[in-house]
């Protein structure tokens, strides 16, 4: 069964470090996603990505976020300057049809 | 007020029992819903979708009322597998399929 793919598993970075955080989604899918999840939080939004934009974002989605589709297969999430408050599991979502998205394993994000 | 919110749990059931989860949204002009379950320190996993009509998926029974602007999910013969935290989920007309997810209530089906 075709799935969406994260990498790291598991990043730990300094305060102030800039992080790229990766993702390979379904591969005829046309809408992509990233969600974050606070532990013990609920998940939230971040940013949709439709034709090679964004489509959506939420008020979490700031200056210091950015998505980019580089080639045909990778989907990345940069967070310029990571604040401790950035520390949460990063999801990665990808949809054939903008409903229902289907996730990724996600990327533990650890800022000290 | 928040827009997705469910029984806070956790459910405690033992295997075989019959168990209802409920859920509310606040904005009446939300358009798709769904069930995802996740596991602990896992992503979320799509269950199922909820039509108006109700539907079923083998043990999984999911009602929509959109008056009420309320969900359920209804467990039969619950399995120690699907000890999980369920997860209802909706998006907003409109929306680029931006997913609002409740906090999730947590089951724990015991032998």
């Known amino acids: 069964e075709p799935e969406v793919t994260q990498t790291p598993s598991h990043q730990v970075t300094q305060m102030g470090q800039e992080v790229i955080l990766r993702c390979v989604p379904i591969?005829?899918?046309?809408?992509f996603y990233w969600y974050r999840q606070i532990l013990g939080q609920k998940v939230e939004f971040l940013v949709s990505f439709y034709n090679n934009e964004i489509s959506e974002k939420s008020e979490i989605f700031d200056d210091q976020f950015s998505v980019e589709r580089p080639d045909g297969s990778n989907f990345t999430l940069k967070i310029r300057s990571t604040k401790l408050e950035d520390s949460a599991m990063y999801f990665c979502?990808?949809?054939?049809?903008?409903?229902?998205?289907?996730f990724g394993q996600g990327t533990r994000l650890t800022v000290v | 007020r928040k827009e997705v919110e469910q029984d806070p749990g956790p459910f405690n059931v033992p295997e075989g029992a019959t168990v209802a989860f409920n859920c509310t949204y606040s904005?009446?002009?939300?358009?798709?819903f769904f069930w995802y379950r996740q596991d602990c320190r896992k992503e979320p996993k799509l269950l199922m979708s909820?039509?108006?009509s109700g539907n079923e998926d083998g043990r999984f029974t999911a009602q929509l009322n959109r008056a009420s602007q309320y969900i359920s999910l209804l467990i039969r013969d619950s399995k120690l597998s699907d000890s999980a935290t369920y997860l209802c989920v909706v998006t907003q007309s409109g929306s680029q399929g931006n997913l609002i997810f409740g906090k999730g209530t947590k089951l724990s089906v015991k032998p």
């Open positions: 979502a990808s949809s054939r049809d903008r409903v229902p998205a289907f």
């Open positions: 904005n009446s002009a939300s358009q798709s």
């Open positions: 909820v039509y108006s």
């Open positions: 591969s005829n899918h046309l809408y």
